[in-house]
């Protein structure tokens, strides 16, 4: 019989929507089948699948995989699925996966041209579409630093759309010391701020984001902290040509992020032998 809201396992997993039990059991939850997809193509990352009856004959697919992967494959109810799930209408599967965050020293090891660093942010829907941006835009690594939110945290796996198990995810309790061991890599540090004395299109025209490069984002409600502008390189502002007062976090985030990218794939800038249009993933 399929798994109820009352079956242990389930409940085991329940608890995984609190962020004291993920952290002690190094395990989270990704939510729906593109989430699930994404986190089976990642080898070691999927202890778990859960799922009703029709939603593992529909992903048929992803079952295979897992059960291929000596993943335990669970029927559950729709009621249990309800129960595991943080969505209005979950779409009937649910996975329970490792963490995926690596130390600094390990996603540097890679020499990564683009980073994203997020500063004391508390918003997981930010902080998961930011995820998703710095993926699209080709980065390699993005940094949680400070108080930031968990990465784990179900809407912010959600809102990363299956990105959180594309990148190198790095947790850093000290921001500062995040920054230094970015900048001793070879990495140019960006700050972004409404009062920047950079132009984002100067910077853009002058070449400068063609070099390796990592951008501090802050939160929306306080920006960077003064410690983290003062560390920077460059403290950045985006344009604002129209009326609107400011941009929100994922959207100043993406506009710096893909200029980034696109500097960097320019045939005359990019690395020897790259031409426009290559991944410079290493």
């Known amino acids: 019989m399929p798994f109820t809201p009352r079956t242990p396992r389930v409940v085991a997993a329940r608890r995984l929507q609190r962020r004291r039990d993920r952290e002690a059991t190094g395990r989270f939850l990704a939510e ?27 992903y048929a697919d992803l079952a295979a995989r897992a059960a291929g992967a000596d993943v335990p494959v669970s029927e559950v109810t729709d009621e249990a699925v309800a129960a595991l799930a943080e969505t209005v209408a979950p779409q009937g599967l649910v996975a329970v996966c490792r963490h995926v965050d690596v130390p600094l020293e390990r996603a540097l090891s890679g020499a990564p041209r683009l980073v994203a660093v997020l500063a004391d942010i508390r918003d997981p829907g930010n902080a998961g579409t930011v995820l998703r941006t710095a993926d699209a835009a080709g980065a390699q690594v993005v940094v949680f630093a400070g108080e930031a939110v968990d990465p784990y945290n179900g809407k912010a796996v959600r809102a990363s759309a299956g990105s959180l198990f594309h990148l190198d995810v790095v947790r850093a309790p000290d921001p500062r010391d995040a920054v230094e061991a970015l900048r001793e890599a070879g990495l140019s540090i960006l700050a972004t701020t409404g009062y920047g004395d950079d132009d984002l299109d100067d910077l853009a025209d002058d070449g400068r984001l063609a070099a390796p490069t990592a951008w501090l984002f802050g939160s929306e409600a306080h920006g960077l902290p003064e410690e983290l502008t003062g560390a920077a390189d460059a403290r950045v502002r985006v344009p604002l040509y129209g009326r609107a007062e400011s941009l929100n976090l994922a959207a100043a985030a993406a506009v710096c992020l893909y200029a980034s990218a696109r500097a960097q794939r320019r045939p005359s800038t990019g690395r020897a032998g790259q031409t426009a249009g290559e991944n410079v993933r290493p």
């Open 32 to 58: 729906g089948p593109q989430a699930v997809r994404e986190a089976l193509a990642r080898a070691g990352v999927v202890t778990e699948l859960f799922g009703t009856p029709t939603a593992l004959d529909r």
